[in-house]
């Protein structure tokens, strides 16, 4: 049991709170201290292109909240600042825009940190002050800069629900806290008060559509272990067990597995490759216990008296590299084991961000590595991709999907059109593909003077490319310049 | 499933709208005679709970009357129907008619009444010979008799909706609707042709299964003999346009052919060809780089339009290049191999129940119990691209579960695929009945392809589960625990 497949559900209902942008007008702070610490951000973001990805996308602006914490830092979400190439912050009640820039973003956790080289941005500036989770029902503010005006917006609510919920900019599946307290478009990084303290980051809301009065804030356990994994000065991942499982509710289940009485757990059903878990747990284990958390048949943990969480949740706590502690049932014998944590492991890579998208073009073909934002997953999507992306498992021979992405027509690759796009690449000239890397390799070796390449599953066209070798670098340069394409693979590959 | 209610109106507009037609026309009086009305009470099947009767639906068309007191008619109409009646044109009695055969795959069925006063003053049609492209067409029928002209295109093989595969049909340059089902198509006053259902042909163009086909349908029932279907050659290709692809393979500039990419287990050519062959000729047909035969009159067509003439294990002329040596071959024909049928007659569809697990077998017609969405997308592939292998004859799904104490935990499985009961591999229905008499250690042990949330290990008390069927089949008012061909 691994969220990801709740994402499908939810991925259309949640919006992210950044706004587009529409202008701005000054204003004057008020007596509320807490507003010293305000600060609406504009960006102006420019998006890859994933299906030309020599290409450069298109502009668009937007904007959020953010708030200032110790250390001259401004506070917000990831996904306001998200492939944002410039960046201009104004604090409450100033009327003067200051260009900030990036220190640390965080797409796990949907937070990031930006610095303001000009000091008097902070003059007259107030830190907030951190707070902790909350209860259930208790009274919380939320700052921010929403649609509906330009002035500092402030809505009041009670907390509503506190659990693990997949956050939609990174489809990792971390604590959240939800609240009655309007949250909508803008509200991105703005911050979320108890008793004059910040206590998370607002960050999604449901489109009024599917829920209402439902936002939701990135709660402090998480921003804390955002802060302490920056003090390293570079941004290291929320870590992952790389595990699936199920629960344990049938008796027979459990008797099976040799669970007494009163024994509970989860069942491993999955151990993904290389991650925290490969060669530590095996499939049939049964979870007992993580992090000193007692596993429930439900696969829940008691965080607080009276209050369950999923039993991921101390895995949001913790840093790569941390040791874990987990006590297993295996063949009916108790065992301890511990786990060095590391990053979340994915066949198919959860959407990129700031990043220039992997390409090689060879004779026309364009090959990138089958990722979220391309060909996105939507409805559309053929369904042997969405099925990897959502259940494919990584393995040695497997660790990407490499896709022909679509082909650039020209003599040499006649007779191969577009029933060939978005076939799975399995073979090059004989050999394995399990990544990019593998790719390039095969192609310096050609077979009798021919290229093949052998796909998967396209039906209606074939499964295997023939490409004359000798005419291949020539072909490759006249695409290239005919197509205008500047290279014929990413700067990563080079 | 049909939309009765927007067919019936789509047939009265039509009918108001050609009425002036059917007034002026001559040669429709004497058509008439041919042609009867079809009422059909039909009951759907319930895929989804399969040991439920589905709803009655009452269904309107039209037959044709042909030679030796037969009707002719469309096999959706009839097939699923418990009752049916006809009537002749201009008159009110009905009598009882029955169906004789059914040809599932071309959406055909003739049907016989016992009562031989029906056919007194009746003309069995006259067979005319397939229509050339451009060729006027007269279409007879309707809600009350009515005539709608038409002309032909040309033939093409058509994804027939109510048969779920592709069969030759001639594509027409006006609309024909549900409201023409089973109505007789004529051109200079002879039998051509029924009208057809099929998706991917141009907008406002209508299809034809034509003469030749019928004819075939003809020929599969000679001497009472049960129809069987028409037969499928088997294989996946590929083109061949690529100088460097026809290089690869050996072809010679002035050579044509595909490439046989995919042979399908347990279908005709599996045995017989092998992946990389090139296939050049077909029935004496030279086969192009695109894979169609050029045929006298009719035209370009794809090269599997000839199989669909062969009756099951007629032998059909293969010329390949192996290894860039000529060979041929007399390939016998085997039926289509899928791993998911389509059954459109399927009365009694596979269920087993156990210990209130719902196993059903994934076919296409099962596609139909939710929207498409909700499948998962592996789901979603194996329709796509599901072949049938030695170890997947069919893909077995525990599609819901009946929640009761023995399912305890395992009641929001749904739509899972069935790996192993027991150890055993399942590679169809029958293999779970095999598998459930031998449990591990006195529990039941189902494996399932489900990393969703649900899990993918079910274990149940293999001895309480006769009792908890039991209850289970009570409490959800169920008959059998399985369908009849699993008993």
Request: hydrophobic fraction near 40%; glycine fraction near 8%.
């Amino acid at each position: 049991m691994r969220p990801i497949n709740k994402k499908a559900a939810i991925i259309h209902g949640f919006f992210l709170l950044a706004l587009f942008f529409i202008g701005s007008t000054s204003s004057w702070a008020g007596d509320d201290p807490l507003q010293k610490s305000l600060v609406k951000i504009f960006t102006t973001v420019q998006e890859p292109n994933f299906y030309e990805p020599w290409r450069i996308g298109s502009q668009q602006y937007m904007s959020g909240s953010g708030c200032v914490i110790v250390g001259n830092r401004i506070l917000t979400n990831a996904h306001v600042v998200s492939n944002a190439i410039f960046i201009e912050v104004l604090k409450e009640g100033d009327s003067q825009k200051y260009i900030a820039k990036r220190e640390f973003v965080a797409h796990d956790c949907d937070l990031a940190i930006l610095k303001v080289d000009d000091p008097k941005f902070f003059k007259g500036t107030a830190p907030v002050t951190f707070g902790d989770l909350p209860f259930k029902r208790d009274k919380v503010a939320v700052y921010g800069f929403p649609v509906g005006g330009e002035e500092l917006s402030i809505t009041e609510g009670v907390v509503s629900r506190i659990e693990l919920s997949t956050y939609a900019h990174s489809s990792r599946y971390l604590m959240d806290v939800q609240t009655d307290a309007a949250i909508n478009p803008g509200n991105s990084g703005g911050p979320v008060f108890k008793d004059k303290k910040m206590i998370g980051v607002a960050f999604q809301g449901y489109n009024a559509v599917i829920a209402q009065n439902t936002g939701f804030f990135v709660p402090m356990p998480i921003v804390k272990r955002f802060l302490k994994a920056i003090k390293k000065g570079s941004y290291q991942g929320v870590p992952a067990l790389g595990i699936y499982h199920q629960s344990m509710e049938n008796d027979s289940l459990r008797a099976y597995y040799g669970l007494k009485p009163n024994q509970t757990g989860a069942l491993i059903t999955e151990v993904l490759y290389q991650s925290s878990a490969w060669n530590k747990l095996q499939v049939n284990d049964v979870l007992l216990s993580i992090d000193g958390f007692k596993v429930a048949n439900d696969g829940t943990i008691s965080f607080r008296k009276g209050e369950r969480i999923g039993f991921q949740y101390p895995l949001g706590l913790h840093q790569i590299g941390d040791k874990m502690k987990l006590k297993i049932l295996r063949d009916k014998k108790p065992l301890t084991l511990t786990v060095t944590l590391k990053d979340d492991i994915r066949l198919v890579p959860l959407v990129q961000y700031d990043t220039k998208p992997t390409y090689f073009i060879f004779d026309g073909l364009v090959f990138t590595p089958f990722n979220s934002n391309y060909p996105g997953i939507n409805k559309d999507t053929p369904p042997e991709l969405k099925a990897l992306y959502f259940h494919g498992l990584p393995s040695k021979d497997h660790k990407q999907i490499i896709l022909i992405n679509h082909i650039l027509s020209n003599a040499i690759n006649r007779g191969y059109d577009s029933r060939f796009g978005n076939s799975i690449v399995t073979k090059v000239n004989g050999h394995n593909i399990s990544d990019m890397k593998d790719l390039i390799a095969a192609f310096a070796d050609p077979k009798d003077g021919h290229h093949s390449i052998e796909i998967e599953k396209a039906k209606d066209a074939g499964t295997i490319m023939i490409l004359d070798a000798a005419k291949s670098q020539k072909a490759t340069e006249e695409i290239l310049g005919k197509y205008g394409v500047p290279s014929d693979r990413s700067d990563d590959l080079k | 499933m049909k939309d009765v209610l927007s067919k019936t109106k789509i047939a009265m507009i039509l009918c108001l709208g050609l009425f002036l037609v059917s007034c002026s026309s001559d040669s429709g009086k004497t058509l008439r005679k041919s042609v009867v009305k079809v009422f059909a009470t039909t009951q759907n099947v319930d895929y989804y709970e399969p040991w439920k009767p589905g709803a009655q639906i009452p269904l309107k068309g039209c037959g044709t009357i042909i030679s030796g007191k037969r009707i002719l008619t469309t096999a959706h109409l009839v097939n699923k129907a418990n009752y049916i009646e006809i009537q002749k044109f201009g008159q009110t009695k009905r009598y009882v008619a029955k169906v004789e055969q059914v040809g599932f795959d071309l959406d055909l069925a003739l049907l016989t009444v016992e009562d031989d006063d029906f056919f007194t003053d009746t003309k069995p049609v006259e067979y005319g010979d397939l229509p050339n492209p451009g060729a006027k067409l007269v279409i007879q029928g309707g809600d009350e008799l009515s005539i709608k002209e038409d002309s032909v295109s040309n033939m093409e093989m058509v994804w027939g909706t109510e048969v779920a595969r592709e069969v030759p049909a001639i594509l027409t340059n006006g609309v024909i609707d549900a409201a023409n089902d089973g109505c007789p198509v004529f051109s200079d006053g002879k039998f051509v042709g029924i009208p057809f259902e099929s998706t991917g042909k141009p907008d406002k163009t209508g299809s034809i299964i034509p003469i030749n086909v019928v004819q075939r349908f003809f020929k599969g029932i000679q001497n009472s003999h049960a129809y069987d279907g028409f037969p499928d050659l088997g294989f996946f290709t590929e083109d061949l346009e690529n100088p460097a692809l026809r290089n690869y393979f050996k072809i010679s500039p002035k050579q044509t052919g595909e490439i046989i990419t995919k042979i399908f287990y347990g279908g005709s050519a599996d045995g017989l060809l092998k992946e990389g062959d090139v296939l050049t000729g077909i029935d004496g047909y030279p086969v192009d780089d695109e894979g169609y035969i050029n045929l006298k009159k009719i035209g370009r067509l794809p090269e599997c339009y000839l199989a669909t003439f062969y009756l099951m294990g007629e032998k059909i002329s293969l010329d390949i290049l192996r290894d860039g040596k000529a060979l041929n071959i007399k390939m016998p024909l085997k039926p289509i191999s899928e791993l998911l049928t389509f059954r459109p007659d399927n009365r009694h569809p596979t269920y087993l129940v156990m210990a209130g697990f719902v196993f059903v077998p994934l076919t296409a017609n099962y596609f139909s119990t939710t929207n498409w969405e909700n499948f998962k997308p592996e789901l979603q592939d194996l329709y796509y691209h599901g072949l049938p292998s030695a170890q997947q004859k069919q893909v077995v799904l525990i599609s819901h579960v009946l929640p009761h104490e023995i399912n305890k935990g395992y009641d929001k499985i749904n739509n899972v695929i069935v790996k192993k009961v027991n150890g055993v591999p399942i590679t169809e229905m029958k293999d779970l009945l095999k598998a459930f008499q031998n449990p591990v250690n006195g529990y039941d042990v189902i494996e399932v392809d489900d990393h969703d949330w649900y899990g993918s290990t079910i274990i149940v008390d293999a001895a309480k589960v006769k009792k908890a069927t039991g209850e289970i089949m009570d409490i959800f008012k169920i008959q059998a625990d399985r369908s009849p061909d699993l008993k």
